[in-house]
């Protein structure tokens, strides 16, 4: 333990400033900012762009995608839908902050030596990865299905009444995702009968695609029963449809590492109700900034370099 001491200690010492996880205390945004001379009377200073969330996660998509989806989401409509008079009172949309910790001796460090337990001083006792901070709130939340239902709240994605159809449905439908989640955990991360190699990894992924299918049928027939385009309401998107849309993305990918993949198969191709899903929110304009950023096109899907396990190579090694 002494020697792994000395090793994080070592690469703590260039360490950048930790996150502050208690939003510092200002002064009322909305008081007028005017100088007392006259001529300044007319102008306002200038509102530098308001950081409403911070996002904490590892340097992979894994179930940051989900939530940094959410995020980007967000952002776009609070921008389109600021008024213009917001705007000439010189305030901004609000932004967030996406943390990332590195897959190696900096990122463990970073998170397990640092912030892991800064926040379990300052904000809260569960401190885990992902973690999101509500600067506005200034609330500390963790664990992603915590986090995705806040967010769906707080987004206006989804709807606070719990005997509600909409509620039902996003909540059945996010365990059913997180139970094609677990499948993948079994594949890509370092447990008994899991895989450890590329060989291992590409001997037991067509089992793994085979047995998906289970699953995709039972998606699409929710979807084919209530004839709607996404999964809990007909033409609207809650938070369930990130983490839904995530995991067959995905497996999208996984079907183009499979031996012999033709270069055109889809696991889509039998599940209509499923491909126009993921086609739907693939070409949402309110993720536009999403899918052209490198946390979806070069960053990997799973955190293999951690465990010393095998994911297969990331979308980024489609490029090459």
């Known amino acids: 333990f002494f020697f792994v001491d000395a090793l994080l200690s070592f690469f703590l010492e260039d360490m950048p400033p930790q996150p502050r996880w208690k939003t510092p205390e200002t002064g009322d945004a909305d008081d007028d900012d005017f100088d007392d001379d006259d001529d300044a009377k007319q102008q306002k200073k ?3 762009l308001t950081k409403r969330f911070t996002m904490g996660y590892w340097q992979m998509r894994g179930l940051g995608a989900p939530l940094r989806m959410m995020l980007h989401w967000g952002k776009f409509d ?18 967030f902050e996406d943390v990332q910790y590195a897959q190696g ?20 006792a569960l ?42 449905r996003n909540a059945q439908i996010a365990m059913e995702v997180f139970d094609l989640r677990n499948t993948v955990r079994q594949l890509v991360y370092k447990f008994p009968n899991s895989v450890r190699s590329a060989e291992e990894f590409e001997k037991q992924l067509p089992e793994h695609l085979s047995a998906c299918k289970k699953t995709y049928a039972k998606l699409e027939n929710w979807l084919q029963f209530h004839d709607f385009t ?14 839904a849309f995530e995991m067959i ?66 979308p980024a090694a489609r490029k090459n």
């Open 249 to 314: 993305d995905q497996h999208e990918h996984y079907q183009t590492l499979v031996s012999g993949y033709d270069g055109k198969s889809s696991l889509l191709s039998e599940y209509p109700r499923l491909k126009k899903f993921h086609e739907a929110m693939r070409n949402r304009a309110e993720l536009k900034t999403y899918f052209e950023s490198k946390e979806y096109l070069e960053f990997e899907l799973n955190n293999h370099t951690l465990t010393k396990s095998w994911d297969g190579p990331g």
């Open 78 to 95: 609070n921008k389109t839908n600021a008024t213009k008079a917001l705007m000439d009172d010189g305030k901004e949309a609000w932004t």
């Open 230 to 243: 996404y999964f809990a309401k007909k033409d609207g998107v809650s938070s369930c449809d990130f983490h």
């Open 105 to 124: 001796p900096d990122g463990i460090a970073a998170w397990y030596k640092r912030d892991k337990k800064k926040m379990i001083e300052e904000t809260n």
């Open 46 to 48: 200038p509102h530098t």
């Open 127 to 168: 401190a885990n990865i992902p973690y999101l901070v509500d600067h506005e709130e200034k609330k500390t939340i963790v664990h992603f299905q915590a986090i995705s239902a806040y967010l769906g709240q707080k987004l206006n994605f989804d709807e606070a009444r719990v005997d509600s159809d909409q509620y039902a």
